[in-house]
């Protein structure tokens, strides 16, 4: 009777069962028993009653051990678990629906520019380029509505990128939510590796996922991380793969071993073709006052792409869109008009305003440090950038730079040339609204 419980089709029937933390499934035993030989009319003892126990046996032994995370005994079936999927020749991973790329976003219908910033990109998730040990790390970060995500879905879907990765690109949305289980448990599935059970630790996540990946050429992309613990668990592949992970927090990016690239804002050829493509009736009518607004949005496509549906809907309405330019230049039309349809939140099946994307950042500023940000935006020209010492006298502090380093990690103030500090042009109206209802 040992011989045949410990065949190894009887012991992988009992192990995934007792993995899962399931009942070993009788009929799938009964069937690999008969094949050995087994006549349950005839034999002296039930044999599949015993490895129904021993599978039971098996799953409390597991059960106990994993809330033991760091256990020896633990580890050891983890990794056996990982080696009989791969002896059983599961999918590779991920060859999704959608060909090689899982959960990629798709591009947006009018995609401009980018080119460079995607060569960069794509250069430093190259399999060529020399690498020092393990899988190289990208951290993309820039100012809410850059447009980050749909760099990292562009790099996602390059055709030398994906000719480097045939193991294709997983791609795990993250947001302020941080839904890392959720995330995790989907790749987990799209791997192969059951669901992910409610004993399973983040940490035991990453190991079995680690395991799976050992091997594997594929690129990983954590898009949208608030927070440095959220996106380290995805970030486990082999040497043989590659990872990118987009942010607004300027300390996320540097927290984690990366290397940073500062998404920029688009020149303003670009963003003229943008409104271009998606207005095109409008700049044939006013391309100089079109000049002007795209110049004054600071080459923030989440801006132009907003500014050129409410333009277009005026012109469509017949009316000249000087008067909605006038009020474009204040910001706050903008800001309290709705994203475009690709910002919609899945969940809640609604479209934010860009303040309240905005808002996503800010409101995590504590009390004081959300006074300064806004006290920021009403001091504000164009270029919205501010010296040191005028920054200490806005605040009324001595020394303004615990505030200012605030700002900077959370990615709502940047430095440039000179000393000083540069809040882009939309975020410094949002920062005056916040100022108004103070
Ligand atoms: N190169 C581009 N061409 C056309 N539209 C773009 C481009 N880049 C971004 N967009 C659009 O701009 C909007 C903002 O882009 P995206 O969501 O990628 O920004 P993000 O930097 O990821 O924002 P967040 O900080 O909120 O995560 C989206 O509607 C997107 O379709
Ligand atoms: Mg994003």
């Avoid at 094949?35 to 009653?49: I, K, W």
């Avoid at 790390?137 to 055709?159: C, F, H, L, N, Q």
């Avoid at 010296?387 to 900077?408: C, F, K, N, S």
């Amino acid at each position: 009777m040992l011989d045949w419980l410990t065949e190894a089709e009887i012991a992988v029937i009992l192990a995934d069962a007792a993995f899962s933390e399931a009942e070993p499934d009788r009929a799938a035993l009964l069937r690999e028993l008969d094949e050995l030989g087994y006549d349950e009319n005839t034999a002296e003892t039930d044999v599949v009653a015993a490895a129904v126990h021993l599978g039971n046996l098996l799953r409390e032994e597991i059960r106990s051990e994993a809330e033991r995370a760091t256990s020896p005994l633990f580890h050891r079936l983890v990794l056996a678990k990982i080696d009989s999927l791969g002896a059983r020749q599961q999918p590779a991973p991920a060859v999704g629906a959608d060909g090689t790329l899982f959960g990629v976003p798709p591009l947006p219908e009018v995609f401009v520019g980018r080119e460079g910033d995607i060569a960069h990109l794509r250069a430093r998730v190259n399999p060529d380029r020399p690498r020092s040990g393990g899988m190289p790390v990208v951290a993309v970060r820039g100012w809410p509505g850059i447009g980050k995500s749909t760099i990292a879905a562009a790099v996602a879907r390059d055709a030398t990128v994906n000719g480097w990765y045939p193991d294709g690109v997983l791609w795990a949305g993250l947001s302020e939510a941080g839904d890392v289980r959720g995330q995790l448990g989907s790749w987990f599935r799209r791997l192969g590796l059951g669901p992910l059970e409610v004993t399973d630790t983040v940490d035991d996540a990453g190991r079995l996922l680690s395991g799976r990946l050992r091997d594997a050429r594929a690129l990983l992309i954590v898009d949208d991380a608030w927070t440095t613990e959220d996106a380290v668990p995805f970030l486990v592949g082999g040497p043989g793969c590659a990872a990118l992970v987009t942010t607004r927090m300027t300390e996320v990016a540097q927290q984690l071993d990366a290397e940073n690239y500062v998404l920029p804002e688009l020149p303003d050829t670009v963003g003229m073709e943008l409104i271009e493509r998606l207005a095109p009736s409008v700049v044939a009518d006013d391309s100089g006052g079109i000049r002007e607004l795209v110049a004054e949005l600071e080459g923030l496509p989440l801006a132009l792409k907003v500014a050129a549906r409410l333009l277009a809907a005026e012109h469509h309405l017949g009316w000249g869109v000087s008067d909605l330019l006038e009020e474009l230049h204040e910001g706050v039309r903008l800001l309290e008009a709705q994203a475009p349809a690709d910002r919609a939140d899945t969940a809640s099946g609604t479209t934010p305003t860009i303040a309240a994307l905005f808002a996503k950042s800010t409101d995590r500023l504590a009390a004081e440090n959300r006074r300064q940000f806004a006290a920021l935006g009403v001091f504000a020209h164009r270029p919205a950038t501010f010296a040191h010492e005028a920054m200490a006298a806005v605040w009324q502090v001595d020394d303004p730079r615990p505030g200012i380093r605030l700002l900077v990690a959370r990615g709502l103030l940047e430095p440039v040339a000179g000393g000083r500090f540069q809040m882009h042009a939309l975020l410094a109206a949002h920062a005056r609204t916040l100022w108004a209802v103070k």
